[in-house]
């Protein structure tokens, strides 16, 4: 009796690396070119605050609210929304469709604190107040005034740093190695290196954070906690003048000033690993004033 011919063992098949999307993967890139997606309507969210708010009815004229918010907002999706309409987001789609884990960092809306304030004042001159009631030139050029401004201010939004795609998966988020996280302040940008653009350096890359290696994701949050735009302070101011013209009439003139003071608001830095990164050559619009007449009756 001879033993069963038996077929000599075989190599294994060799797997085909896994791959978010079969992006790259060899078995399907030839064909397929770039299969793109991996969306879901899905996210979590975690939202913490302490608020305060004092508050003064009017009275005598003046009426007041000054409110405090400390907070931490921390999310694994930006959304759609978040990453298309605001500079300082980091992309809608996950890096590794793997690891969710690896998406939870600061909301790119979160601001640790924020105050702000408003105030109707009502000039004490003129009729019925308590100066210059009887004197007609008084109330005529003094009198009937308020003025109501608004204080807003807040610290910066957390940035998101962005790299090369060198995972092999064509990662419609890919984010740089961060190696450690540099400081901020206002370097003017030199003039003779950079002629065409004014601006400040908000952060320079001192090896802080390379592309990541072959085969790799990034090691960066989508938003660093620790690396964050210039904070933003404003004060618009609103003045405006009554005229009783007669029991049943009148007439209101008002002018506002946005950004009262000219205060420059610093657009967000660049974020991507490059020759503009951490440079800053843009702002919100300057001062802009108002004018308005109303007739009541």
Known sequence: MHPPVTNPPTAPVPCTAPSPFFAKNPTFYNTLSTVTGGTQSNGNMSYNSLQAVLQKTMSRGLQ?????????????????????????????????????????APCYYDATHVISAYAIYELPFGKGKKFGGD??????????????????????????????????????????????????GTTPINQTQFPDTGGIQWFTNNNNFVNPSVGTFGTCAPQLAGLRTPHYSDIDLGLQKNFQMTERFRLQFRTDFINAFNHVQLNVPGTGIGANMGQITGAQPPRNIQLALKLYY
């Open 64 to 104: 007041y609210q000054v409110s405090y918010t400390y907070s931490k907002c921390m999310s694994d999706s930006t959304g759609y929304y978040g990453a298309w309409n605001n500079a300082s987001s980091a992309s809608a789609y996950w890096q590794n469709v793997y690891d969710p884990k690896a998406e939870w």
């Open 135 to 184: 004197n007609k030139a008084i109330n005529a050029v003094i009198g009937g005034w308020q003025v109501s401004p608004i204080i807003s201010w807040r610290t910066g939004w957390p940035l998101p740093i962005f790299g090369a795609d060198e995972s092999g998966t064509f990662g419609r988020g890919p984010r740089a190695d961060c190696l450690s996280l540099p400081s901020t």
